[in-house]
Structures are given as structure tokens and as C-alpha cells.
């Protein structure tokens, strides 16, 4: 079983019994420098207000990877960002107002100061303030095969066919076909709004058709006949 977990490691799993068999880092991890032999971290923690890798939104998340028997590679949306972890305060829950459970408001004195996570207008971002990639790892080496960055963090899944084709999106709302054996991009088209979901592929009287939903439209493409 292959699984990208949020916390920054790619695991290989015996489906079988459910055994470890390895693990590496996809993304930047600083918060442990590596898995031991029964799969399980051996930590390294940061300071207190220090920046974390990855951050709350993980190396991944909900959205779907992909595997190809073709390519025998797997492949994922990945964050390259960070965030912080703070000693936790005693507070008094007052009706009415918003209530984290003793979450501090603001940095621990000498903290270092972390860059912002929005980035403002689109094209105007800094690499501080966290990528997006898609990621093609080799499941027998644990290798980054390749890497298609982004200019933003991505929400979107992965889709692969049979022909080695890729399609992925991304918050920009450009819609992305890649060549999942090298990478390269094929095709983008920008739909007009945030893609936060995985495409998916269909076929209708023998023509493969391959639809994204952006924003509140759904798009579908196919090649002429």
C-alpha cells in the first residue's frame, strides 16, 4: 500500500498484514529526520514559535493521488510550507466569544517573526510563504522521480491514464496536462476560478472526455474528432 501522509513521509505499506516496509520525506521536513525500523518517527522538535515543515495543512491532504501501473510511479499534490507550534496557555472559556483552548494570540517573547501565508495578489508571492508541487515518486526507491512546480500552494488531486497523460489543477485555477513519465507540460488552460478537487475521466459513445470543476462551473475536454 503507498501512502503520502500529511506529515511530510511517503509510506510503503504490506497491505497483506499492514507491516512498514520503508519511508522518506516527499516535502521539507524539519520536525523529525527520519522513520525508524517499525515506521514510526524519530523526532526532532523545534523550538517553541520556531517554523515547522510542513505546516497544519500538511505535506498533502484530502485531495487524491494518483498510481500508474503504466509508469509504475505514484503521484501526489504537495505543500512545500510551514508553520508554528506554540506552549500552550491556560484560558478561561467566556460565553459568547471564540474559544482555542489556551492557543497563545501571539509569538512566545524572542520567537522568530514568520512570513505571512497569503501571498496577496496572484504572481506577487514569495517561496517563504509556501509552494505547491505535483510530485511522481518511485514506490521502490522512495525517490522523487520528478516535480511540477507551482507558482501557489495546490488543492487539486491527480489523474492519470493509460497514455501517460497527467491532469492536475491548482488555487490559480489553471488546469494542468503533464507527462507523467517526464513531467513536462503538455496542455494548460486557466478556467477562470479556484480548483480544489480532483478531475476525473469518462467516456461517452467511445470518446474519453476529461472533466475539472472550477469555481462553480464544470468544464470537460476532449481531443477533435
Known amino acids: 500500500m503507498l501512502w503520502g501522509n500529511r506529515n511530510g513521509f511517503f509510506y510503503v505499506l504490506d497491505r497483506q498484514n499492514g507491516q512498514f516496509v520503508s519511508g522518506d520525506p516527499y516535502v521539507f521536513v524539519n ?51 510551514q508553520g508554528a507550534i506554540f506552549e500552550a496557555e491556560e484560558s478561561e472559556y467566556q460565553p459568547g466569544r471564540a474559544f482555542l483552548g489556551g492557543r497563545p ?19 506577487n508571492w514569495t517561496e517563504e510563504a509556501g509552494t505547491g508541487a505535483v510530485i511522481a515518486i518511485d514506490p521502490t526507491t522512495g525517490d522523487e522521480r520528478w516535480r511540477f512546480s ?7 488531486g491527480v489523474l492519470t491514464t493509460a497514455t501517460d497523460v497527467l491532469f492536475t489543477g491548482n488555487r490559480e485555477g489553471y488546469f494542468h496536462a503533464l507527462d507523467a513519465q517526464t513531467g513536462d507540460l503538455l496542455w494548460r488552460r486557466t478556467l477562470g476560478g479556484m480548483i480544489a478537487n480532483g ?5 461517452v459513445d467511445g470518446q474519453q472526455l476529461v472533466a475539472a470543476a472550477a469555481g462553480n462551473s464544470l468544464f470537460v475536454f476532449g481531443l477533435p474528432d
Open 31 to 81: 520536525w523529525a529526520e527520519s522513520l525508524d525500523d517499525n515506521g514510526r518517527p524519530v523526532e526532532t522538535p523545534q523550538a517553541s514559535g520556531d517554523p515547522t515543515y510542513p505546516g497544519p495543512a500538511g505535506g498533502t491532504n484530502w485531495y487524491a493521488p494518483s498510481y500508474s501501473p503504466s509508469t509504475q510511479l505514484f503521484y501526489l499534490s504537495a505543500w512545500e510550507g
Open 199 to 203: 478531475p476525473m475521466s469518462f467516456a
Open 150 to 156: 507551482m507558482t501557489d500552494v495546490t488543492s487539486s
Open 105 to 123: 494570540g501571539n509569538a512566545l517573547p524572542g520567537a522568530p517573526v514568520l512570513p505571512p501565508i497569503s501571498r496577496g495578489a496572484i504572481n
